[in-house]
């Protein structure tokens, strides 16, 4: 099972020349990798993948799951769901192993926690996953990494206002965008790090945007994941780039703790690709 493939709209816009020239003589020249995560490893770090689950035991993760929940749909419940702790969570589609694959071989110490939205035909109500992200937000998760999105208007409200709250509470929530042309949400939110996929496949070669919505293209085409059932698949899609940059989100945040999701993301346009200063 694979995302549908989208080669990123955002390359047709790159300029990355002007960028460099923007770039080379000011202080953003100065912020490299070396500092921005150099050394680091995660540890300390929370990170929540919401999505269908991650199983816990899969040999790619070694024992970095920490535990987890469940949120299910439950018309007689309040709000119309239902939250059930999942201390060793099982991947009921294989789409959140991949997730949280991805960002344990970035940052090995990070500690993940799954939180089970969607089902095993990848399906689930946006309510669910609303709830999912409030759950992360309530329990001090740092790094949320959200593979998935919804299209629904009358969630737009919603989905930002959990946004906001998530970005005053100082977490760092990485946003695939849609595999499809259309708006999903919470991709497009300015207070979210939204990430499409390219093509090269160097987990640490990143490109920013300078036309965004979408702000940065990671590692998504033909990517070598973690699956359900101790398997690994070779996939495609926006959702396999976006835990790329919540690896790295990962590594900046256990390096330098202090910083605030508007800095971490100032750091990530001046460590990416086509902005670093270019040696002579």
Known sequence: MTDETLRPAWSQHF????????????????????????????????????????EYDHPALDDCVKGGVII????????????????????????????????????????????R??????????I??????DWTIENDMQVVNLSLSTSLEEFFGLFHDL????????????????????????????SVISVAAHDVLDPF???????????????????????????????TGNSFAAPHMAGITALIRAKHPTLTPFQIKTILMACAANTRRQKS
């Open 15 to 54: 300029t990355p020349d002007a960028i460099r020239e923007l770039l080379a003589d000011g202080p953003f020249a100065r912020i490299a990798p070396d500092w921005a995560w150099g050394g680091s490893t995660g540890k300390g770090v929370r990170v929540a993948v919401v999505d269908s689950g991650v």
């Open 72 to 115: 299910e749909y439950d018309s007689k419940a309040k709000n119309n769901y239902r939250v059930r702790p999942d201390p060793k969570p099982a991947d009921v589609s294989g789409h959140g192993t991949a997730c949280a694959g991805i960002i344990h071989s970035i940052a090995p110490e990070a500690e993940i926690y799954s939180v």
């Open 117 to 126: 939205v969607l089902g095993r035909n990848m399906g689930g109500r946006a």
């Open 128 to 133: 669910q996953f609303a709830a999912g992200l």
């Open 163 to 190: 946004a906001d709250q998530a970005y005053f509470k100082n977490m760092n929530l990485i946003s695939a965008v849609n595999n499809i042309p259309e708006p999903s949400y919470p991709s497009l939110y300015s």
């Open 205 to 235: 070669t990143y490109y920013y945007n300078p036309n965004p919505p979408v702000e940065f293209g990671a590692p998504g085409i033909d990517v070598e994941v973690a699956w359900n059932k101790g398997q690994s698949l070779t996939c």
